[in-house]
């Protein structure tokens, strides 16, 4: 069906206004990038360099940067003779600005800080001031604006570095915390007191020092830097910086972050750079279930009681980590309302105080009193040992409880014996272990008391444990299955040894008669070459006999006490056999100390937090940076010239190309109208003139 001419003719100008219409959106979206860097050069020139950049304080006096106090305080002259006449006299908040900046600008110290660091600690002044004396007069504003430290200059007793002793600091190869501060600064000033505490605290693990922005050089290379190089402060003074162990340059130093707190302070350093455990804080509700309940029987338990509630200083982190395979640590805080509990439960009076808590059954030992590092650690190696000390693959040498080892008398020793109470742990084994601290009292006293004429029938085991022949321990008969069952081999060892299958605890007592065979070690040959099966033999022998006697009698301490002496007189006296066997090896403990836990494991120096807030930090400092504008506004240029020149290209073609095909088309256009001049007009014409649409017959219809 043809369609007519007029509606051809209105459908061009809609088809023109859709082309133009696609033609501007195609142009807005193909310069959309260097339009978006165009306004943000501009928001960036405009907005955010003049809240970067504002006025300095010599500019409020009409001064250059860095005047000279002179300069400072003739320029004040001038501007305030001026202010005699009221039509010349300043708003008050004028008159602040002008007013803080003489203040600032005269103060040495003040005058140092911002110069070189841009450092104005009573910045808020001038926002305080501008809303107390909004709309009054410059004349009722009270002077001075700025307040002074109460002393120029901190405490000396601690070091002060300066540039030419600052390497002398890392000579004995320890971390060292450096406080950065001014002497002239109020919250420098202020924070003296608490910098010697934490100075106390750090004696003996870590060097502490400050240095004073007088020193420039020196502070300068401490500081952090600005995009354009100006050193500053990022939480103002007092600034922390630490050197861990080993580091002596600023690539390796790390900043403090935190607000200037005692407790925030030293957590910080003791964990981040001298890798040291948290001692946790428990409250009498918790304290039996999560800390008695769950240490080591072997370990004796330490409470520290506090008053303030701070956490361990680095130096009793310390001596945890040096005494983990000993003792356990944790902290309490003192409330008077809870005094009478604590008294009752542990015989503390007051706070600070430190109770040791060792076998069952034994009184705590209770230190009152503030503790320095060198009276804290004489306390604890005085009791870093239970009464009745655990047999373990870590202290059977020691004890004297090992056929590969020697007596604790010396090596010269040839017969020395070990009492041993092997047992699950259960009431009946702290009870045993009760008794046996008596029996092991009781032989120690009668030494001291009985003349030497007398003899008693305890007299062996009293001489022998005396001359440290004979050691008492027990054994955790569950952990240490084969090494019990090996020495309490009989047919209720189940009892004993190994996991509990029912109700029933036995502990059960024996003693280890140790002898080694002077005469065949003393007479074996030296570079003789031995037979393979005598080099197996002497791999797989302990070096030392061993004979076991298992007691079955009563409890009483007098019986044990007399069995024990009868089996030492026994040893001594008659020639027993010389029996050598191989002793099943000790179960070793877990070789974790207890700060390696999950609950207490020391954090990473670099976190995933910490790793967030350092590159929003660099976002931050680069948006201060002048040349940003410049460089979004150039890459704005290049980014539109290239867009420009790659679709004038582009156009180019397309235009070519269009002038191409219209010449084809013209040139087969006019070889089509030659062509067909002499055909009748019904086969070239589109509408042949004098025609018409014939009617179609309706006969179907009509039938």
């Known amino acids: 069906m043809a369609i007519p001419a007029a509606a051809k003719a209105k459908a061009k100008p809609t088809e023109t206004a859709t082309a133009n219409s696609s033609s501007l959106t195609s142009t807005v979206r193909a310069y959309s990038m260097p339009l978006i860097l165009f306004l943000a050069a501009m928001y960036f020139q405009l907005s955010i360099i003049p809240k970067s950049f504002p006025p300095s304080h010599y500019d409020v006096l009409g001064l250059r940067s860095q005047s000279s106090v002179e300069e400072v305080k003739e320029a004040y002259d001038n501007v305030s003779s001026t202010w005699n006449s009221e039509a010349q006299a300043p708003d008050s908040l004028e008159f602040i600005k002008i007013r803080y900046a003489y203040e600032l600008l005269t103060n040495p110290s003040w005058k140092r800080n911002y110069d070189n660091f841009g450092f104005e600690e009573q910045i808020d002044v001038i926002e305080k001031l501008k809303k107390q004396y909004a709309g009054e007069s410059f004349s009722r504003i009270d002077l001075p604006l700025l307040e002074s430290a109460a002393s120029d200059s901190e405490d000396h007793n601690l070091p002060v570095l300066t540039s030419r002793d600052f390497q002398t600091m890392f000579q004995e190869n320890k971390p060292c915390l450096i406080k950065l501060c001014s002497f002239g600064s109020k919250s420098c000033d202020q924070f003296s007191q608490a910098w010697k505490r934490i100075a106390g605290f750090l004696d003996g693990v870590a ?112 001596v945890a980590k040096n005494y983990w395979a000993h003792a356990s640590f944790a902290f309490v805080l003192w409330r008077d309302e809870e005094s009478s509990f604590w008294f009752n439960s542990f015989e503390v009076e007051s706070a600070p105080a430190i109770v040791f808590l060792k076998d069952p059954g034994v009184k705590p030992v209770v230190y009152h009193g503030s503790f320095s590092n060198s009276r804290l650690l004489n306390i604890i190696e005085q009791n870093k040992e239970q009464e009745l000390p655990q047999l373990r693959s870590t202290t059977s040498m020691q004890l004297g409880c090992d056929a590969h080892g020697y007596s604790r008398a010396g090596y010269d020793t040839v017969t020395w014996y070990c009492a041993v109470i092997a047992g699950r742990h259960s009431p009946q084994l702290s009870q045993m272990r009760r008794t046996m601290r008596r029996v092991q009292e009781n032989l120690s006293n009668e030494v001291e008391s009985v003349p030497a004429d007398e003899e008693p029938y305890t007299a062996p085991a009293a001489h022998a444990l005396k001359s440290k022949r004979l050691t008492f321990a027990w054994l955790d008969g569950e952990a240490q299955k084969k090494y019990c069952q090996f020495f309490l081999h009989s047919e209720t060892s189940y009892e004993t040894c190994g996991s509990r299958t029912d109700m029933t ?153 269009n002038s191409k095909d219209k010449s084809r088309r013209r040139r087969r256009d006019r070889t089509g109208a030659a062509s067909t001049q002499d055909l009748p007009p019904s086969i070239t014409d589109l509408e042949p003139r004098d025609s018409y649409e014939m009617p179609l017959s309706g006969s179907d219809s009509d039938q």
């Open 505 to 657: 605890d036995v502990p059960k007592l024996f003693i280890i008669r140790y002898k080694r065979n002077v005469t065949e070690e003393s007479d074996k040959p030296e570079g003789r070459p031995k037979s393979i099966w005598d080099s197996l033999r002497d791999q797989e022998l302990d070096p030392a006999a061993q004979l076991v006697a298992k007691y079955n009698g009563s409890d009483e301490i007098s019986e044990i006490t007399k069995w024990i002496s009868q089996i030492i007189k026994d040893g001594d006296a008659r020639e027993l056999p010389h029996y050598r066997t191989r002793t099943p090896q000790l179960v070793p403990d877990d070789s974790e100390p207890i700060w390696s836990g999950s609950v207490q494991r020391i954090p990473s120096t670099i976190t995933i937090k910490q790793s967030i807030i350092g590159i929003l930090r660099g976002v931050y400092d680069r948006m201060e940076d002048p040349r940003i504008g410049p460089i979004l506004l150039l890459a704005a240029l290049m980014s539109f010239g290239t867009i420009w020149l790659r679709r004038s290209q582009v156009t180019q073609l397309s235009n070519q190309s």
């Open 207 to 318: 060097n502490a020092a400050q240095i004073d922005l007088e020193e420039i050089q020196l502070a300068t290379y401490l500081a952090e830097r600005k995009p354009t190089r100006q050193p500053f402060f990022r939480n103002g003074l007092p600034s922390f910086v630490a050197f861990p162990q080993g580091c002596k340059s600023a690539k390796c130093l790390i900043r403090y972050e935190g607000g200037p707190s005692i407790d925030s302070i030293t957590d910080w350093f003791a964990t981040t750079i001298l890798g040291l455990p948290r001692i946790l804080y428990y409250s009498k509700e918790s304290l039996a279930e999560k800390f008695l309940a769950k240490v080591s029987l072997h370990k004796v338990k330490v409470i520290f009681f506090s008053k303030t509630g701070e956490r361990a200083a680095p130096f009793i982190r310390q």
